[in-house]
């Protein structure tokens, strides 16, 4: 990490010493007033200039003002760091170049967001390299979206990524974390490949003989992420319970692994994804609101494929690039350009892989149109699968409800014996509570159930 040259003006001595304190890594100057502000910045090159507004008790006129526009002149980043922090003054501040203006009181917090937004400033952000080589796109909504998520990218602020499956939330989540500057690592997670028991374990940790199988101890994705981003995909899918749970970590930055008693503390920014409707997901009561709350902050929407048709050729270019080129007839070209692509960037992808992988110079239509049946972006909506005339008969004796109960189990009975009777892969692979496995187990023990399907 760069050292900095840092001016602190400031007339208090506790104070002067509590931001020297928490500034120690970097050489740091100090001015007592107005006269010893100005000559430092006169005589020396700062990187950033801490300002308290006003300069002993009898400075009324906020004289740390003045300060303000010799810095931005010398080249500093000025910062106000003030007890006098009514409207007016905030505004006048701002309009004389302070980039940021904080409340004393907070000195740790404020001043590692100050740094972190300094180095984001120095560092610049290529647009061109990331659009081309990291989030292609050419369509401008989607650009302005990941820049709006650039610029949020230094603070703490959570950030929510809305989006269809395979239009590059994961990426987003990643260019974010390297554009925050933070020293920790990008710690990713699909919430919804896990039981609510097992998800606890890989965000928690856990110790050696915690459960069955934990033979050793295992260091948690939250302490994994210190000082760095947590990335949640698939939010969504986290059962209330471990909401309740992960929200009490946020909120703490201390938790305890599975089997301790000793707590762990995390400092870590939290980015999401989800494909699915956030307001729905509180209606139906499979979100808390406090939860929402604390890991929504900045919400960016990602469009799918079929809505920026604009960035079929050139992602096709960048899936293609080092490797075999594939080159297609007109025919073959207008049908890609056309398609639905209801599996998105990533159903693209998979399709260039397995035409480079043939043997074709120049692929056609029909070839395409094969490969794309083959290997569709998603299942067919269950509206596309019909309905079996036993259960349809059946939903018409016995009523839906019954009816849905009962697909429900047989379901679960079919992906439990192809599992060989295990039960923790059919929790994971049908994404569904212990209490709906058991109470399912159940019905499967009645014999009578089953009657009106044959």
Same mark, same amino acid.
């Given at each position: ?41 006169? &005589? &020396? ?15 009324? *006129? ?15 980043? %000025? ?12 505004? +006048? ?85 390297? +554009? ?46 210190? +000082? ?17 749970? $992960?929200?009490?970590? @946020? ?11 000793? %707590? ?9 994804? =989800? ?19 604390? @890991?929504?902050?900045? =919400? @960016? ?12 050729? %050139? ?24 398609? &639905? ?22 692929? *056609? ?8 049946? +083959? ?24 009523? $839906? ?26 929790? &994971? ?11 399912? $187990? ?13």
């Amino acid at each position: 990490m760069k050292k900095l040259k840092i001016l602190v003006v400031e007339d208090d001595a506790l104070a002067q010493k509590a931001m020297s304190k928490h500034l120690a890594e970097h050489s740091v100057a100090l001015a007592s007033d107005l006269k010893s502000a100005l000559a430092a910045l006169d &005589s &020396s090159r700062f990187d950033i200039c801490f300002i308290d507004l006003r300069l002993g008790e009898a400075d009324r *006129g906020c004289s740390g003002l003045k300060v303000i526009p010799r810095a931005a002149a010398k080249g500093a980043y %000025p910062v106000v760091m003030s007890a006098s922090e009514s409207e007016e003054m905030i505004n +006048q501040a701002y309009a004389l170049g302070c980039k940021d203006f904080y409340a004393k009181g907070n000195e740790a917090a404020n001043i590692g967001a100050v740094l972190a937004q300094f180095r984001h400033s120095q560092a610049g952000f290529d647009a061109g390299f990331v659009f081309s080589s990291q989030f292609v796109t050419e369509d401008p909504a989607t650009k302005a979206g990941v820049l709006e998520a650039v610029r949020y990218a230094p603070s703490d602020l959570p950030i929510m990524i809305l989006g269809p499956s395979g239009t590059g939330k994961t990426s987003l989540g990643r260019i974010i974390h390297e +554009q925050s500057r933070r020293p920790g690592a990008f710690v990713a997670i699909n919430c919804s490949a896990y039981t609510e028991d097992l998800l606890e374990a890989e965000l928690f940790g856990y110790r050696k003989g915690a459960f069955t199988g934990a033979a050793e101890g295992r260091k948690g994705r939250l302490l994994q992420a210190h +000082q760095g981003t947590l990335f949640l995909d698939e939010i969504g899918a986290m059962s209330l319970d471990m909401q309740t749970k $992960l929200l009490k970590a @946020v909120e703490e930055r201390s938790f305890y692994p599975v089997g301790s008693d000793k %707590p762990e503390t995390s400092e870590f920014r939290i980015v999401s994804a =989800t494909l699915e409707d956030l307001q729905k997901l509180i209606s139906q009561n499979r979100m808390r609101f406090d939860f929402f709350q604390r @890991v929504h902050g900045l =919400t @960016v929407s990602l469009k799918p494929l079929a809505e920026r048709r604009c960035d079929i050729l %050139p992602l096709i270019r960048f899936f293609t690039r080092g490797g075999k080129r594939i080159s297609f007839t007109k025919e073959a070209k207008d049908f890609l350009l056309g398609y &639905s692509w209801p599996g998105n960037a990533r159903q693209l992808k998979k399709l260039l892989e397995l035409l480079a992988a043939g043997t074709e110079g120049q692929v *056609g239509l029909e070839l395409v149109r094969r490969h794309l049946s +083959q290997n569709p972006g998603r299942p067919a909506a269950p509206a596309d699968l019909g309905v079996e005339e036993a259960w349809y008969r059946h939903a018409l004796e016995q009523g $839906l409800p019954e009816t849905v109960d009962r697909f429900v189990a047989e379901i679960v009975r079919r992906n439990l014996a192809e599992n060989h009777g295990k039960k923790v892969k059919t929790l &994971s692979a049908l994404r569904i509570s212990n209490r709906l496995l058991y109470s399912t $187990l159940k019905q499967l023990d009645d014999p009578g159930r089953s009657e009106g399907l044959g």
